[in-house]
């Protein structure tokens, strides 16, 4: 027993290494873009780029559809199947998981193969219309997050039960899902919100093959062309999906603990 | 019986209302997952004139593609098995290696956030770790004298990919099987110890079989995620590397090949050796838990 | 005294941080002995019986088996067994492979094996199921492969953690006796911790009673029942009425079922009283007698008289030797 402990201590001893170095070394690279000696000239050159704050402002705007598309996809979906289709189960949990299996990139592919501007349904014939097809694509990528948050959501509060008991009171469906289900699941789907955000705020494929001017783009394009700024922002993105992973831990801690149910 | 009941009572317009629910989902799954992913694999059998043909299919197996598809292979096989087993013994660390409680919930935070940090920003972090001005290769360098470059490491190469991709496949492996690690009761490596079993033999007998199916489940989701990552790779060597994505990526662009056909072959090509990677684990998994209800 | 030497557990305390758990635990118990630990919960029983296992080192004190100490030995050398109240069997391996493990680990070949597991199978009554897995199973079956993975490879000492106590009442019931009588015919000591007074009593030779952390008494349960030491021993195990002070003193009291509404040759003395509850438990009645403004339960056996009914008074008959005096 005292051995195990101790290879514990050297496994998570190399793994703390292998993944704070990193930091540190982009870190320290990000605060010498003044000769001689260390400065946060890069972070200020960063953050005075108008092309950072347009970019980061529409990946942020493209968030925040995406994750409300997500919900409002999403939450029905889960909870008419864990209430009165319990036999599509599978099946939606195999769809939700396909975004995993096929890669972002052939998916965008499609997306511009079947939405071209001589289709049917031209969405990339337009600014618009491709603005919403990113939208889409990314609530694609975060829908595996989006299901198993909402649905863990809905399994630890027993939704089945609730519904009866807001039943037998007579509310309607729209006012159980608007009144009970939705407050009880709160913490859950902001979950899956800051998720979507973290996976979307920085992501490439998708926002470069579409030519959206977005922050994933952006951050390539600086890579390409510059010294030290890359490692500013680097520093800066993660700390972004630091906050956004941090704000799901904290809201952990306000989710309801009725686990009536195990199933 | 009250679900019973409720359905006896309204049936025609609860069944609408359910449909209704369920709706919004089945058409965005359809429009933007299934019909894209259909349409493609539609494409990739149907040759410059609108014929049905296996041109493109045959058209993979070219050198510079195939060599891609190789190397592709090899990077998310092995950025997948090294992060996998990694992965484990962090989890089997953290969660049955008695560290401190508070250890073990930074730990799952910290997987959160570095599973999430892929793409361009990780390629920036380990340029500024491992790229020939990086803070590690100088240190090693100027401290210890010791010149990984020279020595054939390349941030750009087989190695260097890897090591960068396991940044967010070790972390993905820790959140994904710290589940299945926490399902291992402790009566049960009780039970072997009193029966005389040593800790390894608790482990080959009793504890890593009950792990397997997830572990390969597992194993195969992060191959599929290493296969399709190309954002890491594209900020590390630009077009430079010859892997499938970003070849796919190119051709896209219309920076080569300039054959849709081709494009389509590509993805699908793509789709079916990560369809294949589940497969294989669906088929191991069914027979190992034969033992599951 | 050499006979109370098999197995032998001397000043053995537990502490968990400054919680001290196990003040001071001295007992000693022959071969072949079917020993109880019996108390509430948090008296520190499973402390010692994981102590015993190994899963736990003691703060101070030995324990020895067989004369030789293993306070300090790893569990996997110990040559015990042990049955844990949620089976703990590997959900990965058959039935066969369960009970055959320990064999199995320790180099038996696996025609030997088999036939072992075999008999082990009949022991318990489950001959056939070899190829099944745990899961196609019901608890108690559970419980007994589990029983019988423990003693395949003939352990010095059988260790029970609250075994029944996942269990519907009834498969309990005939399991504990089928326990028993398993371990009469192998005549393996065996340490049975429990909480339930009715089943320590039901099964064991001898007695251990626990409370916060210390030995309260020792014996077998005719010595436990009749003649508890302490106040404790005497309120946890089994029922008791508290007799009214004014008649008897402080500090009396008597078992239900030595009280009779009708006189017998023993009984010297008679208490009047009104029921205040008829209770009906099948074969036998509980009554709730007042008595002086204390309440007496007696049972008597359900006959063909009608019960008293609420309100009646009644004479209550006890013997003045029945009468126990609770000391601290």
């Known amino acids: 027993m005292k051995q195990s402990k ?13 993944f704070i170095v990193p ?19 890069s972070y200020a050159s960063v953050f005075s780029d108008p092309a950072f704050q347009a970019t980061f402002g529409y990946s942020t705007l493209v968030g925040l559809f995406a994750i409300l598309v997500g919900v409002l996809i999403v939450v029905p979906a889960v909870y008419f199947v864990r209430l009165r289709l319990p036999h599509l189960r599978p099946l939606m949990e195999f769809v939700t998981l396909l975004p995993l299996i096929i890669p972002a990139i052939v998916l965008v592919y499609g997306y511009i193969r079947l939405y071209n501007s001589s289709s049917l349904l031209p969405f990339t014939g337009s600014a618009l ?36 008991a807001a039943q037998i009171m007579g509310a309607s469906t729209a006012t159980i899902i608007a009144r009970i289900i939705l407050p009880n699941i709160l913490v859950a789907v902001l979950s899956g919100a800051f998720l979507t955000f973290a996976i979307v705020i920085g992501e490439f494929t998708i926002a470069s093959l579409l030519n959206r001017p977005a922050f994933g783009p952006y951050l390539q394009n600086v890579g390409a062309n510059r010294a030290y700024e890359p490692s500013a922002l680097a520093i800066i993105s993660f700390i972004i999906t630091w906050g956004a992973m941090g704000m799901i831990n904290v809201l952990g801690r306000f989710a309801p603990r009725t686990s009536a149910r195990t199933d | 019986m009250t679900n019973a009941l409720a359905t006896a009572l309204k049936p025609s317009r609860r069944l609408s209302l359910e449909w209704l629910g369920v709706a919004p989902f089945v058409i965005f799954a359809v429009m933007f997952l299934i019909l894209p992913t259909l349409y493609l694999i539609g494409t990739a059998f149907i040759g410059r004139d609108g014929q049905l043909t296996l041109e493109n299919i045959g058209g993979l197996f070219t050198g510079q593609i195939l060599a891609a598809y190789w190397i592709s292979i090899r990077i998310s096989g092995a950025s997948a098995i090294l992060g996998a087993l990694i992965g484990l013994a962090i989890a089997l660390a953290i969660i049955r290696g008695r560290l401190p409680a508070p250890l073990r919930s930074a730990v799952m935070t910290f997987s959160g956030v570095a599973s999430n940090f892929a793409g361009v920003p990780l390629a920036f972090a380990f340029i500024s770790t491992l790229g020939r001005l990086g803070l590690v290769t100088i240190i090693l360098k100027t401290l210890f004298d010791i010149d990984i470059y020279r020595a054939g490491f390349n941030i750009l190469s087989f190695w260097g990919l890897t090591l960068t991709y396991l940044y967010f496949q070790i972390p993905l492996m820790v959140l994904l099987i710290a589940p299945a690690v926490d399902g291992l009761k402790k009566e049960w490596s009780e039970a072997a110890q009193t029966l005389g079993a040593s800790t390894w033999q608790f482990w080959r007998y009793v504890g890593l079989p009950i792990i397997w199916p997830s572990f390969l489940g597992t194993l195969s989701l992060l191959f599929a995620n290493a296969f399709g990552a190309i954002a890491t790779a594209y900020a590390l060597t630009g077009s430079s590397l010859n892997i499938v994505p970003i070849l796919l990526y190119a051709q896209i662009r219309g920076d080569a090949l300039q054959n849709p056909g081709l494009g389509a072959a590509l993805a699908l090509g793509m789709i079916a050796i990560t369809a294949f990677a589940n497969i294989v684990y669906l088929v191991i998994s069914a027979r190992a838990e034969r033992w599951m209800r | 005294m050499t006979e109370d030497q098999f197995l032998r557990v001397d000043a053995l305390t537990k502490s968990f941080g400054t919680n001290q758990v196990v003040k001071g635990v001295s007992f000693g118990f022959g071969k072949g002995e ?13 402390t010692i019986l994981r102590m015993i296992a190994g899963f736990e080192t003691p703060t101070t004190g030995t324990i020895r088996v067989a ?19 949620a089976y703990a069997l590997f959900p990965n391996l058959t039935v066969g492979d369960n009970i055959g493990f320990g064999l199995k680990v320790a180099g038996m070949g696996r025609e030997e094996r088999r036939a072992r597991v075999e008999e082990m199978l009949r022991l318990i009554g489950l001959p056939g199921f070899e190829k099944r897995y745990p899961y196609e199973m019901s608890g108690g079956q559970q419980q007994r492969v589990a029983l ?3 003693i395949a490879p003939k352990p010095r000492l059988l260790l029970l953690d609250e075994p029944l106590s996942a269990l519907d009442a009834k498969i309990r019931v005939s399991l504990r006796g089928e326990i028993r009588a398993i371990q ?9 911790v429990t909480h339930d007074q009715e089943e320590a009593m039901s099964i064991s030779d001898r007695i251990v009673v626990m409370n916060a952390g210390h030995i309260e008494q020792m014996g077998s349960a005719h010595e436990i029942y009749n003649r508890p030491q302490t106040r404790f021993v005497a309120t946890f195990v089994g029922q008791l009425n508290t007799l009214p002070a004014a008649t008897f003193g402080p500090d009396r009291a008597i078992r239900p079922e030595l009280v009779s509404l009708a006189p017998r040759p023993e009984t010297d003395m008679t208490l009047t009283g009104t029921v205040a509850d008829v ?24 006959g063909h008289a009608p019960p008293p009914q609420r309100g009646d008074t009644v004479t209550l008959h006890l013997a003045r030797k029945d009468v126990l005096a609770l000391g601290a």
């Open chain 1, 6 to 18: 101790f290879w514990a201590w050297v496994i998570f001893g190399l793994g703390a290494a292998y």
């Open chain 1, 23 to 41: 930091l540190v070394a982009t870190f320290e690279f990000s605060l010498k873009m003044r000769r001689g000696h260390y400065s946060f000239d």
């Open chain 3, 34 to 46: 079917f020993i109880s630990l019996l108390g509430p919960s948090g008296c520190g029983k499973t």
């Open chain 3, 148 to 150: 019988a993975r423990a």
């Open chain 3, 67 to 85: 004369g030789e100490d293993i306070t300090h030995l790893r569990p996997n050398q110990r040559k015990l067994g042990m049955v844990f109240q």
């Open chain 1, 129 to 164: 219309g491709t603005d919403i097809l990113l939208v889409f694509g990314y609530v694609t990528l975060a829908l595996p997050y989006m299901y198993r948050a909402v649905d863990t959501g809905m399994r630890t509060i027993d939704i089945k039960t609730l519904t009866e």
């Open chain 3, 279 to 302: 209770g009906f438990l099948g074969s036998v009645l509980r009554l709730r007698v007042d008595v002086e403004g204390a309440p007496i339960s007696i049972d008597t056996f359900n």
């Open chain 3, 184 to 192: 009469q015919d192998l005549g393996i000591t065996t340490v049975f």
